[in-house]
Protein backbone atom coordinates (compact mmCIF):
# COMPACT_ATOMS: atom_id res chain seq x y z
CA UNK A 1 0.00 0.00 0.00
CA UNK A 2 1.37 3.62 -0.57
CA UNK A 3 0.73 5.50 2.37
CA UNK A 4 2.68 8.14 0.78
CA UNK A 5 -0.10 9.41 -2.17
CA UNK A 6 -1.00 12.77 -2.65
CA UNK A 7 -4.39 13.98 -1.90
CA UNK A 8 -4.83 17.22 -3.82
CA UNK A 9 -8.33 19.15 -2.70
CA UNK A 10 -10.79 19.56 -5.07
CA UNK A 11 -13.71 21.59 -4.82
CA UNK A 12 -17.48 21.14 -6.67
CA UNK A 13 -20.75 22.93 -6.70
CA UNK A 14 -23.87 21.57 -5.34
CA UNK A 15 -27.40 22.36 -5.02
CA UNK A 16 -29.99 21.59 -2.70
CA UNK A 17 -33.66 20.61 -3.61
CA UNK A 18 -34.48 24.13 -3.82
CA UNK A 19 -31.65 24.83 -6.73
CA UNK A 20 -29.62 26.81 -4.26
CA UNK A 21 -25.90 26.39 -4.81
CA UNK A 22 -23.22 25.94 -2.57
CA UNK A 23 -19.49 25.56 -3.41
CA UNK A 24 -17.63 23.36 -0.88
CA UNK A 25 -13.64 22.12 -0.96
CA UNK A 26 -12.84 19.04 -0.52
CA UNK A 27 -9.60 18.45 1.50
CA UNK A 28 -7.36 16.25 4.22
CA UNK A 29 -7.74 17.30 7.37
CA UNK A 30 -4.91 19.80 8.48
CA UNK A 31 -4.19 21.45 11.72
CA UNK A 32 -6.63 23.45 13.36
CA UNK A 33 -9.45 21.86 12.16
CA UNK A 34 -9.90 19.73 15.50
CA UNK A 35 -12.29 22.30 16.06
CA UNK A 36 -14.65 21.77 13.31
CA UNK A 37 -14.68 18.49 13.52
CA UNK A 38 -15.44 17.61 16.74
CA UNK A 39 -18.35 20.18 16.48
CA UNK A 40 -19.28 18.19 13.14
CA UNK A 41 -19.66 14.93 15.51
CA UNK A 42 -20.95 16.69 18.65
CA UNK A 43 -24.33 17.83 16.62
CA UNK A 44 -24.93 14.72 15.79
CA UNK A 45 -24.00 12.56 18.15
CA UNK A 46 -23.59 14.84 21.69
CA UNK A 47 -21.24 12.83 23.53
CA UNK A 48 -22.13 9.49 22.42
CA UNK A 49 -19.61 8.62 18.95
CA UNK A 50 -18.57 5.83 19.47
CA UNK A 51 -14.62 6.44 18.63
CA UNK A 52 -14.05 8.38 21.69
CA UNK A 53 -10.48 9.56 20.77
CA UNK A 54 -12.29 11.78 18.07
CA UNK A 55 -13.30 14.63 21.29
CA UNK A 56 -9.53 14.47 21.69
CA UNK A 57 -7.87 17.80 19.85
CA UNK A 58 -4.45 16.58 20.90
CA UNK A 59 -5.20 12.97 19.33
CA UNK A 60 -6.73 14.24 16.35
CA UNK A 61 -3.50 16.67 15.61
CA UNK A 62 -1.56 13.74 16.27
CA UNK A 63 -3.33 11.33 13.87
CA UNK A 64 -6.13 12.30 11.66
CA UNK A 65 -2.76 13.61 9.71
CA UNK A 66 -0.71 10.43 10.51
CA UNK A 67 -0.21 6.87 8.97
CA UNK A 68 -3.06 5.20 10.44
CA UNK A 69 -5.59 7.57 9.41
CA UNK A 70 -6.76 9.68 6.74
CA UNK A 71 -9.38 12.36 7.73
CA UNK A 72 -11.11 13.54 4.21
CA UNK A 73 -13.41 17.25 5.15
CA UNK A 74 -15.89 19.19 2.96
CA UNK A 75 -15.89 22.66 3.93
CA UNK A 76 -18.05 25.23 2.98
CA UNK A 77 -18.68 29.29 4.17
CA UNK A 78 -16.05 28.82 6.06
CA UNK A 79 -16.77 26.46 8.45
CA UNK A 80 -16.63 22.16 7.93
CA UNK A 81 -19.76 21.25 6.80
CA UNK A 82 -18.82 17.23 7.39
CA UNK A 83 -16.18 14.48 6.91
CA UNK A 84 -15.21 11.47 6.28
CA UNK A 85 -11.99 9.22 7.34
CA UNK A 86 -9.37 6.37 5.47
CA UNK A 87 -8.59 4.09 8.09
CA UNK A 88 -5.46 2.31 7.10
CA UNK A 89 -4.64 -1.66 8.37
CA UNK A 90 -1.63 -2.24 7.46
CA UNK A 91 -0.07 -5.46 10.07
CA UNK A 92 -0.85 -8.83 8.59
CA UNK A 93 -3.73 -7.11 6.70
CA UNK A 94 -3.81 -4.89 3.69
CA UNK A 95 -6.73 -2.58 2.75
CA UNK A 96 -8.83 0.68 3.70
CA UNK A 97 -11.63 1.11 5.24
CA UNK A 98 -13.43 4.43 4.96
CA UNK A 99 -16.33 5.04 7.89
CA UNK A 100 -17.05 7.81 10.20
CA UNK A 101 -18.77 9.97 7.75
CA UNK A 102 -20.72 12.95 9.11
CA UNK A 103 -22.41 15.65 7.60
CA UNK A 104 -23.68 18.89 9.32
CA UNK A 105 -27.28 19.52 9.39
CA UNK A 106 -27.62 22.78 7.41
CA UNK A 107 -25.66 21.16 4.81
CA UNK A 108 -27.64 18.26 4.15
CA UNK A 109 -29.87 18.06 1.00
CA UNK A 110 -26.86 19.09 -1.51
CA UNK A 111 -25.28 15.58 -1.91
CA UNK A 112 -22.59 16.33 -0.22
CA UNK A 113 -22.24 12.47 1.35
CA UNK A 114 -21.88 11.41 -2.11
CA UNK A 115 -19.64 13.89 -3.31
CA UNK A 116 -17.24 12.98 0.02
CA UNK A 117 -17.94 9.15 -1.48
CA UNK A 118 -16.43 9.86 -4.56
CA UNK A 119 -13.64 11.84 -3.15
CA UNK A 120 -12.63 9.66 -0.54
CA UNK A 121 -12.71 6.11 -2.49
CA UNK A 122 -10.60 6.82 -5.22
CA UNK A 123 -8.33 8.59 -3.43
CA UNK A 124 -8.44 5.10 -1.49
CA UNK A 125 -8.19 3.15 -4.17
CA UNK A 126 -4.76 5.05 -5.60
CA UNK A 127 -3.00 3.89 -2.60
CA UNK A 128 -3.17 0.24 -3.91
CA UNK A 129 -4.52 -1.54 -1.13
CA UNK A 130 -5.70 -5.36 -1.29
CA UNK A 131 -9.47 -3.55 -1.35
CA UNK A 132 -11.57 -1.07 0.53
CA UNK A 133 -13.55 -2.55 2.85
CA UNK A 134 -16.79 -1.01 4.73
CA UNK A 135 -18.92 -1.47 7.76
CA UNK A 136 -21.93 -0.03 6.56
CA UNK A 137 -24.72 1.12 9.45
CA UNK A 138 -27.87 -0.72 8.69
CA UNK A 139 -30.04 1.87 10.86
CA UNK A 140 -30.29 3.62 6.80
CA UNK A 141 -29.19 2.75 3.62
CA UNK A 142 -26.88 5.47 2.62
CA UNK A 143 -23.88 4.15 2.69
CA UNK A 144 -24.94 0.64 1.48
CA UNK A 145 -26.34 2.97 -1.78
CA UNK A 146 -23.47 5.07 -2.52
CA UNK A 147 -20.52 2.16 -1.80
CA UNK A 148 -22.77 -0.22 -3.91
CA UNK A 149 -22.73 2.40 -7.17
CA UNK A 150 -18.89 2.67 -6.67
CA UNK A 151 -18.77 -1.36 -6.92
CA UNK A 152 -18.22 -2.68 -3.24
CA UNK A 153 -20.10 -6.02 -3.20
CA UNK A 154 -22.16 -6.41 0.46
CA UNK A 155 -20.15 -10.12 1.99
CA UNK A 156 -21.95 -10.36 5.47
CA UNK A 157 -22.25 -9.17 8.89
CA UNK A 158 -21.44 -7.62 11.94
CA UNK A 159 -24.17 -8.78 14.33
CA UNK A 160 -25.33 -6.25 17.28
CA UNK A 161 -22.24 -3.88 16.87
CA UNK A 162 -24.40 -0.68 18.68
CA UNK A 163 -26.75 -1.30 21.72
CA UNK A 164 -29.95 1.15 20.38
CA UNK A 165 -30.02 2.37 24.21
CA UNK A 166 -26.28 3.97 23.36
CA UNK A 167 -27.58 5.46 20.28
CA UNK A 168 -28.34 9.58 20.07
CA UNK A 169 -28.50 10.74 16.77
CA UNK A 170 -31.15 11.79 14.06
CA UNK A 171 -32.24 7.61 13.08
CA UNK A 172 -35.09 5.58 14.73
CA UNK A 173 -34.28 2.59 16.41
CA UNK A 174 -37.11 1.13 15.82
CA UNK A 175 -37.66 -2.81 17.35
CA UNK A 176 -33.73 -3.51 17.42
CA UNK A 177 -31.89 -4.07 21.11
CA UNK A 178 -28.68 -3.63 18.81
CA UNK A 179 -27.69 -2.74 15.70
CA UNK A 180 -25.22 -4.86 13.48
CA UNK A 181 -23.31 -3.14 10.94
CA UNK A 182 -23.39 -4.53 6.90
CA UNK A 183 -19.34 -5.73 5.54
CA UNK A 184 -18.74 -4.39 2.13
CA UNK A 185 -15.82 -5.19 0.32
CA UNK A 186 -14.14 -3.98 -3.44
CA UNK A 187 -11.25 -5.75 -4.44
CA UNK A 188 -8.45 -3.78 -5.70
CA UNK A 189 -4.88 -5.03 -5.95
CA UNK A 190 -5.81 -8.51 -4.97
CA UNK A 191 -7.68 -10.47 -7.87
CA UNK A 192 -6.61 -13.80 -7.38
CA UNK A 193 -7.46 -15.62 -3.66
CA UNK A 194 -5.92 -19.02 -4.10
CA UNK A 195 -7.67 -21.89 -2.74
CA UNK A 196 -10.28 -21.41 0.45
CA UNK A 197 -11.77 -24.26 2.43
CA UNK A 198 -15.35 -23.78 3.61
CA UNK A 199 -17.51 -25.85 5.36
CA UNK A 200 -20.28 -27.67 2.80
CA UNK A 201 -23.17 -25.69 4.70
CA UNK A 202 -21.76 -22.02 3.58
CA UNK A 203 -20.10 -23.28 0.46
CA UNK A 204 -22.92 -22.01 -2.35
CA UNK A 205 -22.95 -18.51 -0.32
CA UNK A 206 -18.70 -18.23 -0.39
CA UNK A 207 -19.29 -19.02 -4.54
CA UNK A 208 -21.47 -16.15 -4.79
CA UNK A 209 -19.48 -13.58 -2.64
CA UNK A 210 -16.19 -14.35 -5.02
CA UNK A 211 -18.37 -14.61 -8.33
CA UNK A 212 -19.89 -11.19 -7.13
CA UNK A 213 -16.40 -9.52 -6.54
CA UNK A 214 -14.99 -11.11 -9.65
CA UNK A 215 -11.77 -12.32 -8.53
CA UNK A 216 -9.81 -16.02 -8.90
CA UNK A 217 -10.91 -18.42 -6.45
CA UNK A 218 -10.54 -21.75 -6.29
CA UNK A 219 -13.04 -23.93 -3.16
CA UNK A 220 -11.67 -26.91 -1.99
CA UNK A 221 -13.06 -30.43 -1.75
CA UNK A 222 -14.05 -30.86 1.69
CA UNK A 223 -14.17 -34.49 1.33
CA UNK A 224 -10.05 -34.91 1.28
CA UNK A 225 -9.78 -32.86 4.33
CA UNK A 226 -12.70 -32.88 7.01
CA UNK A 227 -11.81 -36.06 8.48
CA UNK A 228 -8.25 -35.28 9.48
CA UNK A 229 -6.73 -33.32 12.37
CA UNK A 230 -4.82 -30.19 10.95
CA UNK A 231 -4.96 -28.37 14.06
CA UNK A 232 -2.27 -27.31 16.75
CA UNK A 233 -2.96 -28.15 20.47
CA UNK A 234 -3.49 -24.67 21.70
CA UNK A 235 -4.63 -21.42 20.31
CA UNK A 236 -3.66 -17.75 19.52
CA UNK A 237 -5.52 -14.48 19.41
CA UNK A 238 -6.54 -10.73 20.32
CA UNK A 239 -9.12 -9.56 22.10
CA UNK A 240 -10.43 -6.25 21.69
CA UNK A 241 -13.68 -5.57 24.17
CA UNK A 242 -16.13 -2.82 24.32
CA UNK A 243 -17.54 -2.64 27.40
CA UNK A 244 -19.86 0.03 26.35
CA UNK A 245 -21.49 -1.63 23.01
CA UNK A 246 -20.89 -4.88 24.69
CA UNK A 247 -19.10 -6.65 21.68
CA UNK A 248 -16.16 -8.65 21.78
CA UNK A 249 -14.11 -8.48 18.59
CA UNK A 250 -11.81 -11.48 18.18
CA UNK A 251 -8.82 -11.91 15.89
CA UNK A 252 -7.57 -15.48 15.54
CA UNK A 253 -3.76 -16.55 14.78
CA UNK A 254 -3.61 -19.70 15.44
CA UNK A 255 -6.76 -21.55 15.53
CA UNK A 256 -6.00 -24.95 18.03
CA UNK A 257 -8.18 -27.83 19.56
CA UNK A 258 -8.75 -25.39 22.78
CA UNK A 259 -10.22 -22.55 20.72
CA UNK A 260 -14.34 -23.68 21.62
CA UNK A 261 -13.14 -24.28 25.13
CA UNK A 262 -11.78 -20.43 25.38
CA UNK A 263 -14.94 -18.92 23.83
CA UNK A 264 -17.20 -21.06 26.49
CA UNK A 265 -14.51 -19.48 28.94
CA UNK A 266 -15.40 -15.87 27.81
CA UNK A 267 -18.80 -16.55 28.17
CA UNK A 268 -18.86 -17.85 31.00
CA UNK A 269 -16.91 -14.99 32.41
CA UNK A 270 -19.79 -12.27 31.44
CA UNK A 271 -21.41 -10.93 35.31
CA UNK A 272 -24.51 -10.68 32.90
CA UNK A 273 -24.92 -12.29 29.19
CA UNK A 274 -27.88 -10.34 28.00
CA UNK A 275 -26.41 -8.01 25.32
CA UNK A 276 -23.15 -9.29 25.05
CA UNK A 277 -22.01 -10.82 21.49
CA UNK A 278 -18.70 -11.95 20.62
CA UNK A 279 -17.44 -11.72 17.06
CA UNK A 280 -14.58 -14.17 16.05
CA UNK A 281 -12.44 -14.05 12.91
CA UNK A 282 -11.14 -16.89 11.43
CA UNK A 283 -8.85 -17.83 8.41
CA UNK A 284 -10.05 -19.93 5.76
CA UNK A 285 -6.63 -21.16 4.07
CA UNK A 286 -6.21 -24.04 5.77
CA UNK A 287 -8.21 -27.50 6.00
CA UNK A 288 -8.08 -27.15 9.56
CA UNK A 289 -11.10 -24.45 9.93
CA UNK A 290 -13.40 -27.38 9.13
CA UNK A 291 -13.02 -28.95 12.44
CA UNK A 292 -13.08 -25.47 14.05
CA UNK A 293 -16.28 -24.61 12.74
CA UNK A 294 -18.01 -27.59 14.09
CA UNK A 295 -16.62 -27.03 17.76
CA UNK A 296 -17.52 -23.32 17.32
CA UNK A 297 -20.96 -23.89 16.23
CA UNK A 298 -21.37 -26.57 19.12
CA UNK A 299 -20.72 -23.34 21.69
CA UNK A 300 -23.29 -21.36 20.11
CA UNK A 301 -21.44 -19.58 17.48
CA UNK A 302 -22.53 -19.41 13.70
CA UNK A 303 -21.24 -17.87 10.01
CA UNK A 304 -22.04 -14.35 9.49
CA UNK A 305 -20.51 -13.85 6.45
CA UNK A 306 -16.75 -13.60 4.88
CA UNK A 307 -13.63 -11.04 5.36
CA UNK A 308 -11.99 -11.48 1.47
CA UNK A 309 -9.58 -9.91 -0.65
CA UNK A 310 -7.97 -7.99 2.58
CA UNK A 311 -4.72 -9.62 2.76
CA UNK A 312 -2.67 -12.72 2.07
CA UNK A 313 -5.29 -14.74 4.29
CA UNK A 314 -9.20 -14.85 3.19
CA UNK A 315 -10.86 -15.02 6.43
CA UNK A 316 -14.62 -15.60 7.46
CA UNK A 317 -16.66 -14.56 10.42
CA UNK A 318 -18.29 -16.12 13.03
CA UNK A 319 -20.76 -15.19 15.76
CA UNK A 320 -22.14 -15.91 19.47
CA UNK A 321 -25.11 -13.36 20.17
CA UNK A 322 -26.90 -15.04 23.60
CA UNK A 323 -29.95 -14.08 23.98
CA UNK A 324 -30.69 -10.74 22.20
CA UNK A 325 -33.31 -9.66 19.50
CA UNK A 326 -32.12 -8.96 16.85
CA UNK A 327 -35.29 -8.25 14.37
CA UNK A 328 -33.34 -8.00 11.45
CA UNK A 329 -36.30 -7.37 8.86
CA UNK A 330 -36.44 -4.14 11.01
CA UNK A 331 -33.09 -2.73 9.08
CA UNK A 332 -33.06 -0.46 7.02
CA UNK A 333 -31.27 -2.10 3.71
CA UNK A 334 -30.39 -1.83 -0.05
CA UNK A 335 -32.11 -5.34 -2.02
CA UNK A 336 -28.56 -6.87 -2.43
CA UNK A 337 -27.94 -6.41 1.72
CA UNK A 338 -31.65 -7.43 2.43
CA UNK A 339 -30.75 -10.99 0.40
CA UNK A 340 -27.52 -11.39 2.37
CA UNK A 341 -29.53 -10.92 5.37
CA UNK A 342 -31.40 -13.56 4.44
CA UNK A 343 -28.82 -15.47 3.98
CA UNK A 344 -26.87 -15.22 7.00
CA UNK A 345 -30.44 -15.26 9.45
CA UNK A 346 -30.34 -19.18 7.56
CA UNK A 347 -27.07 -20.12 10.12
CA UNK A 348 -28.35 -18.02 13.06
CA UNK A 349 -28.10 -20.85 15.82
CA UNK A 350 -28.57 -20.06 19.67
CA UNK A 351 -27.32 -22.93 22.05
Not at 27 to 34: A, H, N, S
Not at 81 to 88: R, S
Not at 272 to 281: C, T
Request: hydrophobic letters at 35%; aromatic letters at 12%.
Amino acid sequence: MNINHEFKPFEIELKNKENESLVFTLRRFEKGDEKGVIDCIREEYGDTYFKRDFYDPDWLRENAVGDHFVFFLAQANGMIAGMTILTLFLDDEDYIEPASQIIRKQFRGYKLSDALVQYALPNGERMLPASLFVHAVTFHDSTQTLCEAYGMVPVGFRLGSFLSEKMHNSYDTKKCEKYSEGIMIKPVAKKDVGTVYVPDEIRDYTDKIYKRLKVEYNIADSSLYKDKEYRSETSSYDTKTDSVQKMVSIKVKEAGKDLADKMRELINSFDDRHGWVIQILLDIDSPKIYRIYDDLKDTGFFFTGLKPVCGAKEKMYMQWIGDISLNMDEYVLTESFDEIRHDIEKYIYRR
